[in-house]
């Protein structure tokens, strides 16, 4: 069954030296009022102030920029040093599968991205990479053998699946307790209903609230809108915002006026996938804005490529109080998250929680 997959090989650890920063202590992942359980392990960070993370937008805004590179280096410094500890004590290091289907550029490059991370901490990987046209039993084959192997910890299966393939079908023969994506009806199940407990948080909404909660942004009773409803950022992101009881609404496609309802929201996350969609009068005065849009553009000169949020970040840094960037907001974030739930789902095969 393997021998129909390319896998591309096992990416031994670096174990390259993250200098060592100081060692932050865990935020509430779930909201304040959750039990003790809920707490993510010590290699994520506290609801603090970082001003010198805090950098000042020029021109005429003073909106704060949510910087997310020196967070995610911050984290990836714990992970790192955890999985050495854990490689010197037990021998043992964490392992991630990914399936990658067909020739999507930008499913490629995060990939990519993905798999360098886990390098640099001591993640080891393994790629099955199937082509476009692949028969969906031979999806399911991958992954349930992914399932089977006891040293594999974390299952991603990289989306958008081409449209052939049925996304829901897939995710539901992953392993909830290797799932680390988070993507499983029975995690996002437990992560909509208060006092349930989720293997796993998606990682761009543990990014998103992560960048909140490092930059001493206040969530409870705020007005959040979510620009956006897929299983990827936008859904999980409201369920996430609700845990930490914000006042959670969620815009799509067939949202009438969604400028309105982002005019009065504290917090607005967008999440759509179309370049500069949120304009600067789509804004409350001092609303916070988290941009999750990682949309590749093509120059149509030198049809070279370059990264665009869905935020129309000249206007919106004018009427915000603090605004993500693209590239360097989220998405770096959201990266180290997927590295510190593949950590927690290692610990958690070898008991070590
Ligand atoms: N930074 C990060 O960590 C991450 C970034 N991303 C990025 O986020 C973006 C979206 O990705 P993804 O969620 O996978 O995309 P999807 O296409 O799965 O979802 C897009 C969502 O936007 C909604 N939408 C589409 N058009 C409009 C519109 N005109 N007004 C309001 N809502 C609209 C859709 O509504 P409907 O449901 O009605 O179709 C849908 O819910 C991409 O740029 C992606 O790269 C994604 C995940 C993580
Ligand atoms: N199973 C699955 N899990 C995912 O988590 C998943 C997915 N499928 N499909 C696609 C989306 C998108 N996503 C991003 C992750 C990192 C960046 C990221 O690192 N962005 C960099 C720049 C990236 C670039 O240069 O292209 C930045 O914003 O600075 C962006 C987007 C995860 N997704």
């Known amino acids: 069954m393997r021998s129909t997959v390319g896998v591309v090989g096992w990416h031994r650890t670096l174990r390259k030296t993250l200098h060592s920063l100081s060692a932050p202590s865990s935020p509430a992942f779930l909201g304040p009022n ?3 359980v809920w707490v993510p392990r010590d290699h994520t960070s506290p609801p603090t102030h970082f001003p010198e993370s805090l950098q000042w937008a020029n021109g005429h805004s003073n909106a704060v920029i949510l910087e997310g590179k020196s967070i995610a280096k911050q984290i990836k410094v714990k992970v790192a040093d955890e999985i050495r500890r ?5 021998g043992k290091f964490p392992r991630l599968a990914v399936v990658l289907v067909g ?3 930008d499913s490629h490059t995060f990939i990519q991205i993905k798999l360098k991370a886990c390098d640099q901490v001591g993640i080891e990987t393994v790629v099955a990479q199937l082509p476009q046209k692949c028969a ?3 999806l399911l084959d991958v992954v349930s053998s992914f399932n089977d192997e006891t040293d594999v910890h974390g299952i991603i299966v990289q989306l958008p699946l081409p449209q052939h393939l049925d996304e829901e079908k897939v995710i539901n023969v992953l392993s909830p307790e290797k799932d680390v994506d988070g993507f499983h009806p029975l995690n996002m199940g437990n ?3 208060r006092g349930r407990k989720p293997f796993f948080i998606p990682c761009a909404p543990r990014g998103c609230v992560e960048l909140l909660l490092r930059h001493g942004v206040e969530i409870k009773g705020k007005r959040a809108v979510i620009i956006g409803r897929s299983k990827i950022a936008g859904l999980p992101t409201s369920l996430l915002l609700q845990r930490h009881h914000a006042t959670v609404s969620m815009l799509h496609s067939y949202t009438k006026n969604p400028e309105q309802i982002t005019s009065e929201a504290d917090i607005v996350v967008a999440d759509v996938g179309i370049p500069n969609i949120v304009r600067g009068n789509w804004l409350k005065k001092g609303a916070v804005v988290i941009d999750m849009g990682t949309n590749q553009v093509k120059d149509r000169r030198d049809h070279s490529f370059h990264v665009s949020g869905d935020v129309c970040f000249e206007e919106a840094v004018k009427v915000a109080s603090a605004i993500t960037p693209v590239p360097g907001g989220v998405g770096p974030v959201t ?3 997927l590295l510190s739930n593949i950590l927690d789902s290692a610990k958690r095969s070898f008991e070590m929680i």
Do not use: C, T, V, Y
């Not at 854990?86 to 037990?90: D, F, L, N, Q, R």
């Open 34 to 36: 959750l039990p003790d």
């Open 86 to 90: 854990m490689k010197s004590g037990i």
């Open 103 to 105: 020739d999507r550029r």
């Open 136 to 138: 969906e039993s031979e």
């Open 191 to 193: 992560l909509a209903i």
């Open 335 to 337: 990266i180290s998250m």
